[in-house]
């Protein structure tokens, strides 16, 4: 029974699971560099997005689907911050557009669960762009000082606390 609503679920899924590995690629990256709120920030995205995989793989089994697991593609190795944005606001946008869509196909085959779930995955996915957006355009507005400023506050922070020399 709904064997369109189960494809639909594995094919977010795939494009769950690269969006786990791609927004960890980046959290290390930041996090190495220092940029502690950016980093925070991909962490965070990446465990709603793994909690994302956890609902929809309920779902295909409550349905009973094979859970399949694949991931959706190849970690871009992607080392220049705004591009990370960048890249990370399209795949937000990408998803959005997808669930959308998928939702109004369950919608067609009489599923009206499977979407809710999808219009649910909608809601996190525009807060997602939004603050990956918002982010980007702080950095174009502060330019190299916005990052510069989330490096001195690790700084700051690893140093409260240590005697003066
Ligand atoms: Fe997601
Ligand atoms: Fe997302």
Redesign the pocket.
């Known amino acids: 029974m709904h064997k369109k609503s189960i494809e639909l679920f594995n094919k977010a899924i795939a494009d769950e699971l690269y969006?786990v590995h791609q927004y960890m690629y980046f959290h290390f990256l930041c996090d190495d560099q220092g940029y502690d709120l950016l980093a925070g920030l991909f962490k965070k995205?990446a465990i709603?997005?793994m909690l994302?995989v956890e609902t929809l793989a309920e779902r295909i089994l409550f349905l009973k689907g094979e859970v399949e697991m694949k991931v959706g593609g190849e970690v871009q190795k992607i080392k220049d911050v705004a591009k990370m944005l960048e890249h990370s606001a399209n795949?937000?946008h990408d998803?959005a557009r997808d669930y959308n869509l998928w939702a109004n196909e369950c919608s067609a085959n009489a599923d009206s669960i499977s979407k809710q779930i999808f219009e649910s995955l909608v809601a996190?996915?525009e807060r997602?762009?939004d603050q990956y957006d918002t982010e980007l355009d702080n950095l174009k507005k502060f330019g190299d000082g916005y990052l510069a400023l989330q490096s001195i506050e690790r700084s700051k922070k690893l140093n409260v606390g240590r005697p003066a020399e």
């Open positions: 969006a995205t709603d997005e994302h795949m937000e998803s996190d996915e997602h762009f």
